[in-house]
């Protein structure tokens, strides 16, 4: 079975710094796809950036990027020069290359990015 | 392009009634999901479809719990009776065998009293 722990319920960032959000998975698998999603007070989930498991070079989307590890099996999320915008829940989530089209989801990081 | 569309925005009903919940996915995507969200579960699938057949709806709680999608461009999630247990915001998303990610609709929060 896939799972995805992010062990960090609440995190805190002042305005412009960095932070980096944790998250390991378990899977049997080799050829999968990581997500991360934010939900801002709205509730509406948003994609913010995807990797490949296949790709060594972590991906980025202009202030967000990853560390992917994938023997270790981690997954993290950097955002730089946070933005008070970037006050969300944070998910990171799971799915295989083929076969079974079920992504799975960890619990969550709230992050508050203080003025 | 729009997005996926769900309705209503908010519902909130009496133990016992019927709800039922709308979405239409993003033109083109043969994948569609519906998802619950809650504070102590997080997010769970509940069923999902490609090209309108249901393929996996082991999430689905109880038989009380129906998912239909009659063609490309409409599904709707039933719960009959509803519970106090059913409260949750309810997401349906859909994706393209293309593009992997999940693209969703704003949800539906749920509140049966």
């Known amino acids: 079975a896939q799972t995805v722990t992010q062990s960090q319920p609440e995190m805190s960032v002042q305005e412009a710094e960095t932070v980096t959000?944790?998250?390991?998975?378990?899977?049997s698998e080799s050829n999968y796809y990581l997500f991360w999603y934010k939900q801002p007070p709205s509730r509406q989930m948003i994609l913010v950036i995807r990797q490949e498991?296949?790709?060594q070079q972590n991906a980025?989307?202009?202030?967000?990027?990853?560390?992917?590890?994938?023997?270790?099996?981690?997954?993290?999320?950097?955002?730089?020069?946070?933005?008070?915008?970037?006050?969300?829940?944070?998910?990171?989530?799971?799915?295989?290359?083929g076969g079974s089209e079920k992504l799975v989801f960890g619990k969550g990081t709230k992050l508050t990015v203080n003025p | 392009d729009a997005g996926v569309i769900q309705s209503p925005r908010h519902e909130?009903?009496?133990?016992?009634?019927?709800?039922?919940?709308?979405?239409?996915p993003i033109s083109g995507h043969d994948?569609?999901?519906?998802?619950?969200?809650?504070?102590m579960r997080g997010l769970e699938l509940l069923i999902y479809f490609n090209n309108n057949v249901p393929i996996d709806d082991s999430g689905m709680p109880e038989d009380r719990?129906?998912?239909?999608?009659?063609?490309?461009?409409?599904?709707?999630?039933?719960?009959?009776?509803?519970?106090?247990?059913?409260?949750?915001?309810y997401f349906c998303a859909s994706s393209s065998a293309v593009d992997?990610?999940?693209?969703?609709?704003?949800?539906?929060?749920l509140t049966v009293t």
Not at chain 2, 33 to 38: A, H, P, V
Request: glycine fraction near 4%; proline fraction near 3%; charged fraction near 20%.
């Open chain 2, 100 to 109: 992997r990610g999940l693209h969703f609709g704003n949800g539906t929060r």
């Open chain 2, 12 to 24: 909130v009903t009496e133990m016992g009634q019927e709800v039922t919940l709308r979405c239409k």
């Open chain 2, 65 to 89: 719990f129906s998912a239909k999608m009659p063609n490309a461009s409409f599904s709707t999630l039933k719960i009959q009776p509803s519970e106090p247990r059913d409260s949750a915001v």
């Open chain 1, 60 to 97: 980025t989307e202009n202030r967000f990027s990853v560390n992917f590890q994938k023997a270790a099996k981690s997954f993290s999320l950097k955002i730089s020069d946070s933005q008070l915008g970037d006050t969300a829940m944070y998910f990171c989530a799971l799915k295989y290359q």
């Open chain 1, 21 to 27: 959000l944790s998250c390991t998975y378990d899977t």
């Open chain 1, 53 to 55: 498991a296949y790709k």
């Open chain 2, 31 to 39: 994948y569609l999901f519906w998802y619950r969200q809650t504070m």
